[in-house]
């Protein structure tokens, strides 16, 4: 299994309009009905107002390689362009442990 958390510093103030753009596209959904793809989902940090989180899982690299082939793929990066300022990819293997308290 692969994660992958995507952080995307947005221009001030236009992060919920961001997510909005993705959301109204429907990039989400289409990613999450990839063949592969184990979850994809948005998070808003409390205490970081311009960020967003993005944790997508892949079965395999096959399943990251076709998704970064996706016409919805590509339509998001064009929507990088309005929003964000920077973009920090961190990719994670292995298999993910939950802890119970």
């Known amino acids: 299994m692969l994660t992958f958390i995507v952080t995307y510093k947005c221009r001030p103030g236009r992060r919920d ?3 909005e753009a993705l959301r109204a596209e429907g990039i989400d959904a289409a990613a999450r009905a990839e063949a592969g793809n184990l979850r994809y989902d948005y998070f808003l940090p409390v205490d970081r107002g311009d960020e967003l989180l993005l944790i997508e899982q892949y079965r395999d690299d096959a ?3 076709a998704h970064v082939r996706q ?3 590509a339509r998001m990066m064009e929507l990088t362009k309005d929003f964000e300022t920077e ?3 961190e990719r994670y293997e292995g298999e993910s442990a ?3 308290m």
């Open 87 to 89: 973009v920090r990819l």
């Open 98 to 100: 939950i802890m119970q």
């Open 71 to 73: 016409a919805h793929v």
């Open 17 to 19: 309009e961001f997510l």
């Open 63 to 65: 399943a990251v390689a």
